[in-house]
């Protein structure tokens, strides 16, 4: 009978979701990312605006405007939760001149997109130094899912689009260095 063997899964593609008002805090977000993590190999269009989730209630005020953010570097999934550390102490950064900085960092994988939040939620699993998990898509014959749990911001025709196109480019890529 064969063994069951423990193997690490290839690196997943690093994304930030960044609701904000002024065009000022993206561009500095930009710079403050691409020193941090690596260079930003797609940012989408305007996307509809980040509703804050229950959870998010008490310490987020999402601005007009959200954009998705992905970068060239490939992260194991346990890297997951130091980026998301790294993300809080940008926001607080930005939030001292635009208080609706909201960032959402997640990763893409062949079956799943994956973002991270700092309060526990019923569809949610605990990672570590609290940070949670959330699976907002799963990729099924052929078409990502949202999870019926999923913010209706993942709902959204645009947002299926970029990420769609964001998994195709990681499968593309999966195996180059």
């Known amino acids: 009978m064969p063994q069951e063997i423990l193997e690490r899964p290839v690196g997943a593609s690093f994304f930030l979701i960044v609701s904000y008002e002024n065009?000022?805090?993206l561009f500095e977000l930009k710079n403050l990312a691409e020193k941090k993590f690596s260079k930003i190999l797609y940012e989408?269009?305007?996307l509809p605006k980040w509703v804050a989730?229950?959870?998010e209630r008490e310490f987020a005020y999402p601005g007009r405007y959200t954009k998705v953010l992905s970068f060239k570097q490939r992260i194991h999934r346990e890297e997951i939760v130091e980026k998301k550390k790294d993300c809080l102490e940008f926001q607080t950064l930005l939030q001292k001149k635009d208080l609706s900085v909201l960032l959402i960092p997640g990763y893409v994988t062949s079956h799943n997109i994956v973002i991270t939040?700092?309060?526990?939620d019923f569809h949610?699993?605990?990672?570590?130094?609290?940070?949670y998990a959330e699976t907002v898509y799963y990729f099924s014959r052929g078409i990502l899912q949202p999870?019926?749990?999923?913010?209706?911001?993942f709902k959204e025709k645009e947002v299926i689009y970029?990420?769609?196109?964001?998994?195709?480019?990681y499968?593309?890529?999966k195996f180059k260095s």
């Not at 939040?117 to 526990?120: A, E, L, M, P």
């Not at 949610?124 to 940070?131: H, K, N, S």
């Open 23 to 25: 065009e000022d805090t």
């Open 44 to 46: 989408s269009v305007l």
């Open 53 to 55: 989730d229950e959870t």
């Open 117 to 120: 939040k700092s309060k526990d």
């Open 124 to 131: 949610r699993m605990y990672l570590f130094q609290g940070v």
């Open 147 to 153: 999870l019926p749990s999923s913010q209706s911001y």
């Open 162 to 169: 970029f990420f769609n196109t964001l998994r195709e480019s």
């Open 171 to 173: 499968e593309f890529n």
